[in-house]
């Protein structure tokens, strides 16, 4: 079993800047790598962000590069978005997934935390 927990969302205003965190517990060594999605009100859960279980190779989506970066501390047991030049257009809840059982891109992870809001005003 692996346990996710998110935090750091919160309400910024457009061109501000936001750190999320998520926190593993259990089995987390053996996962590929660990990635970031969101969801938006009324939309299909999203990739935003992976990386590899060393941190060697980092992949994002074209709505956030070059302004979301993805991080990770094993010691800590912890991945990090940093998130910059926020948009109201990013506005979601934030998971983050281990596990992947397909394509990294793919929803199709093994475990996922319980989300963090993200809400960008104009």
């Known amino acids: 079993q692996v346990q996710l927990i998110e935090s750091g969302g919160g309400l910024v205003q457009a061109g501000g800047s936001l750190r999320l965190s998520c926190a593993a517990s259990?089995?987390?060594?053996?996962?590929?790598?660990t990635a970031w999605f969101r969801q938006a009100p009324g939309k299909e859960r999203e990739f935003v962000a992976v990386?590899?279980?060393?941190?060697?190779?980092?992949y994002y989506s074209e709505l956030v590069k070059g302004r979301f970066s993805i991080s990770r501390d094993n010691d800590k047991n912890t991945v990090y978005l940093q998130m910059s030049n926020l948009k109201p257009g990013d506005t979601a809840v934030y998971y983050c997934?281990?596990?992947?059982?397909?394509?990294?891109?793919?929803?199709?992870?093994?475990?996922w935390g319980q989300g963090t809001q993200v809400t960008v005003s104009s």
């Open positions: 990386i590899t279980w060393d941190g060697s190779n980092s």
């Open positions: 259990g089995r987390t060594f053996d996962s590929p790598g």
């Open positions: 997934a281990t596990h992947p059982r397909g394509a990294y891109a793919s929803p199709e992870y093994g475990y």
